[in-house]
């Protein structure tokens, strides 16, 4: 075998490697062999493993040197936007991906990235209007189903989120993405049942990156977090809202026995808040370990 056919051979592998999602062992494979590093395919097998091994300054460090040698190359103006986008440099993604379009104005996938974007940065009117022009441009791509799926639930849209979740996992029943949404929502909801049996379902495939998401159920499951579940559910605001209108509403009554009652109870229910949640994490904590 030549030494260019060997090359071919571990580029290929590493390239197999990068879609069935071993990115480390893509980087062996590249790293196996002195590889031409004028083949802007190396890079960009290089860049998108160190993207998926959550090496995101690496990845983009990758993306920027490869711009050094091909400038205005889209994909990794676009691997770079989505680097930076992780490292939460929206500005520096922003930059990237919006050069990235200058060139390719109508490119889903390139559409698809700024619309991430603008997602993470709480532009929530200006991504639905991106995601808008992807979807005409390439109406059945999943991308653009998962990122419209992240932008509903970025936007409270709970019941559009739980059906854009199961049309994606009508195109794929295991899909990651579309369990862990379903288990989210059911967990907001405090569904525990449902919500376990969706994360349970995704934690199979990624245990690592749900260990938060693990934790929570079992903090919630725990009966001493039942007195919690209001404030989880409806959030602090509007708990405590409820709280002092009950209150103001006994006494104007005039239930004063009541109203002297309603507020022990809800200096009670504050000082729980504050103490017992953090103990029963702690515990938890040292149950893990």
Not at 66 to 85: I, Q
Not at 177 to 190: E, I, N, R, S
């Amino acid at each position: 075998m030549s030494t260019s056919s060997a090359d071919a051979g571990a580029l290929e592998l590493a390239r197999h490697y990068l879609l069935v999602d071993q990115p480390q062992s893509a980087l062996d494979a590249l790293a196996a062999r002195q590889l031409d590093l004028d083949d802007p395919e190396v890079w960009a097998v290089r860049g998108w493993a160190l993207l998926d091994l959550d090496r995101h300054e690496d990845a983009a460090d990758t993306a920027r040197e490869a711009l050094g040698r091909w400038p205005d190359d889209v994909d990794f103006l676009r691997l770079l936007a989505v680097a930076e986008a992780q490292r939460d440099r929206l500005a520096e993604a922003e930059d990237a991906i919006l050069a990235a379009l200058a060139v390719e104005p109508d490119e889903p996938d390139l559409l698809a990235t700024y619309a991430d974007v603008l997602t993470r940065g709480v532009q929530l009117d200006e991504a639905g209007a991106v995601l808008d022009r992807a979807a005409e441009v390439a109406p059945d791509s999943t991308v653009v189903l998962r990122l419209r799926l992240n932008l509903a639930y970025a936007s409270g849209h709970d019941d559009e989120a739980r059906a854009l979740a199961h049309e994606l996992l009508q195109h794929d029943a295991d899909d990651y993405q579309g369990h862990v949404m379903l288990g989210a929502l059911d967990l907001d909801k405090l569904k525990l049942g449902d919500a376990r049996e969706r994360i349970g379902t995704a934690v199979r495939q990624d245990p690592a990156s749900l260990r938060g998401t693990t934790q929570q159920l079992r903090l919630l499951g725990n009966p001493l977090m039942w007195p919690m579940w209001p404030i989880q559910r409806f959030g602090p605001g509007p708990v405590w809202v409820a709280a002092v209108a009950t209150i103001f509403g006994l006494g104007a009554a005039g239930l004063g026995t009541a109203q002297a009652v309603a507020v022990v109870v809800w200096l009670v229910f504050c000082v729980y808040s504050w103490t017992v949640p953090a103990l029963v994490e702690r515990r938890l904590e040292r149950e893990d370990w």
